[in-house]
């Protein structure tokens, strides 16, 4: 299938009323009925029908859509952010006395989320890679968690490998796949059961939203529809939905420039004696990148390069020389921007999770790859000097 069209136009099979090249957005909180019957029906399949927004909406369905075509997905359920989607995801597979097994670094608040559900007895453990599964796994696991590539250091887990183990132990398997989008890599079709997205990084793309979805089999995803996604509240606005329609229209043409302008950018500072690694996974160098090209069809644009530095200072002044990255939390947006674990992350929790101080990450947007390479230098003159 062409990912270009499914982009643009997949799920948009619907005449374009008065010829109209974007669908309407539906802002209607509630939909009715003819007879009392048919809105008892709706009711019960309020995953597909339209009762309340809060169930669904058209506009978001259509978001759906193209989301579960483009993730190679059956089903897709989209949230009002990526933390919703997850915690949603999550509580839905696990109940008291279950166990969940996750497998590299993943999103801070995902693991902070699954420290909250200890208090319902639900308890996980961390394990470095799949050498360390057989040793860690209980009778009580249920789940096993991912991302690929793993969150700030950015280490390949080779998808089918971790699967494959997974299923051979009845674990059913969730993947985070933001960093990718779905344009570069397909987990459902490497084994994933299911792939959950924060919509607010290169989806969304103009950093003027903040969504999540979940993608996979109807028989996992109905359910969490019908239950988590119903109680917990954290539903898509169709404003939100027509914003991630708008974010596939140009996803192939954006990820193209930021894949471009991330490898050239990784490849000055792999080169640079001011720093002492970098961690993306694009680059023949990474120790992931064999793996990588294997199950990849492209990098975004998202990596991390550890200064040649143990000073705080040093790091602070880095990031306060650089003027094209703008300093913050988020990426995936087309605006560079730059943040440092040993500023923004408690000292302890730094130190516990391995982080060197030097780490630095780097979210390269669309400007020009030699203006945002020349910021680097410059910022970079005052760290060796
Ligand atoms: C890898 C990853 N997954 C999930 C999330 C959560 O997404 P959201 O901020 O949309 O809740 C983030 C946010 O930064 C993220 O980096």
């Known amino acids: 299938m062409d990912d270009d069209w499914i982009c643009g136009r997949l799920g948009e099979d619907e005449p ?28 019960k399949n309020e995953d597909e029908r339209y009762v309340y927004w ?8 259509l978001a759906q859509r193209k989301l579960a ?59 470095e890679d799949l050498a360390h599964c057989d040793s860690a796994i209980r009778g009580s696991t249920r789940l096993l968690y991912f991302e690929s590539p793993s969150y700030m250091a950015y280490q390949v887990v080779d998808i089918a490998g971790i699967t494959a183990w997974a299923r051979g132990h009845g674990l059913v398997t969730v993947m985070d796949n933001t960093w990718s989008t779905p344009l570069f890599q397909k987990p459902l079709t490497m084994g994933v059961d299911l792939v959950v997205h924060s919509l607010s990084k290169y989806i969304g793309g103009h950093s003027d939203l903040v969504g999540g979805v979940v993608v996979g089999p109807a028989r996992l995803v109905r359910p ?59 680059l023949p160098s990474h120790p992931g990148h064999a793996v990588a090209l294997r199950q ?20 602070a002044a880095f990031l306060d020389k650089l003027r094209h ?5 988020s990426w995936g947006g087309f605006e560079s921007l730059v943040n440092a674990p040993a500023l923004s992350t408690e000292e302890s929790v730094r130190a516990t999770m391995g982080i060197p101080v030097g780490l630095v990450r780097l979210s390269v947007g669309l400007e020009p790859a030699d203006t945002l390479i020349k910021d680097l230098g410059l910022a970079l003159e005052g760290l060796v000097a």
């Open 224 to 282: 969490l529809a019908l239950t988590e996604y119903q109680l917990y509240g954290a539903a898509m606005s169709p404003h939100d939905a027509a914003k991630v329609i708008k974010g596939l229209r140009t996803l192939p043409v954006r990820m193209a420039a930021h894949q471009e302008r991330g490898l050239a950018v990784a490849a000055f500072l792999n080169d640079h004696p001011g720093v002492r690694a970098v961690n993306h996974p694009g």
């Open 325 to 329: 990255f703008r300093i913050g939390v």
């Open 54 to 61: 809060r169930g669904t909406n058209p506009t978001v369905d």
């Open 16 to 43: 374009w009323v008065l010829g109209a090249v974007n669908p309407p957005v539906y802002e209607n909180s509630v939909f009715t009925f003819e007879t009392a019957e048919e809105l008892g029906e709706a009711i």
């Open 296 to 315: 990849m069809s492209g990098f975004s644009s998202l990596f991390s390069v550890e200064l040649d530095t143990e000073s705080r200072e040093k790091v």
């Open 69 to 127: 075509a483009l993730e190679r997905g059956e089903r897709a359920k989209c949230f009002g952010s990526g933390m919703g989607a997850i915690s949603a995801t999550i509580s839905s597979l696990v109940s008291a006395g279950d166990h969940v097994l996750v497998l590299g670094a993943v999103y801070g608040p995902t693991t902070q989320f699954l420290r909250y559900l200890e208090k319902f007895g639900v308890t996980h453990t961390h394990v």
